[in-house]
């Protein structure tokens, strides 16, 4: 007469779980990829949407600022440098400005 240990094949590669689990298994990571795809997904989408949503305005203030400082910068520049550079900085600076009207 013996005694089963329950414990005899832990240290194996087999686990003491038989194939069945494996289809146990298998259904419950099919169940998780549809909890993910059905609920969690949606969320977190909407949630970065509504990120992007409320972001907007600072984005376009933040531009308008940035472009306004930079016209600025290049109305200073243009006072003090003269000849062929100072036609290149306006070019430069109109050409970056203008990206952006772009954000």
């Known amino acids: 007469m013996t005694i089963d240990n329950p414990f005899s094949n832990v240290f194996q590669n087999e686990?003491?779980?038989s194939s069945a689990s494996d289809k146990d298994l298998s259904m419950l990571k099919e169940m998780q990829?549809?909890?993910i795809k059905q609920l969690h997904a949606p969320l977190k989408l909407e949630a970065?949407?509504?990120i992007v949503?409320?972001?907007q305005p600072k984005f376009e203030e933040a531009a308008s600022e940035t472009k306004s400082?930079?016209?600025l910068i290049k109305d200073q520049l243009d006072s003090s440098i003269k000849g062929k550079w100072s036609k290149a900085i306006q070019?430069?600076?109109k050409e970056q400005a203008d990206k952006y009207d772009d954000i």
């Open 33 to 35: 990829r549809e909890t």
């Open 48 to 50: 970065k949407n509504q």
């Open 69 to 71: 400082a930079v016209i």
């Open 15 to 17: 686990s003491p779980l």
């Open 53 to 55: 949503t409320d972001g």
């Open 91 to 93: 070019k430069s600076v």
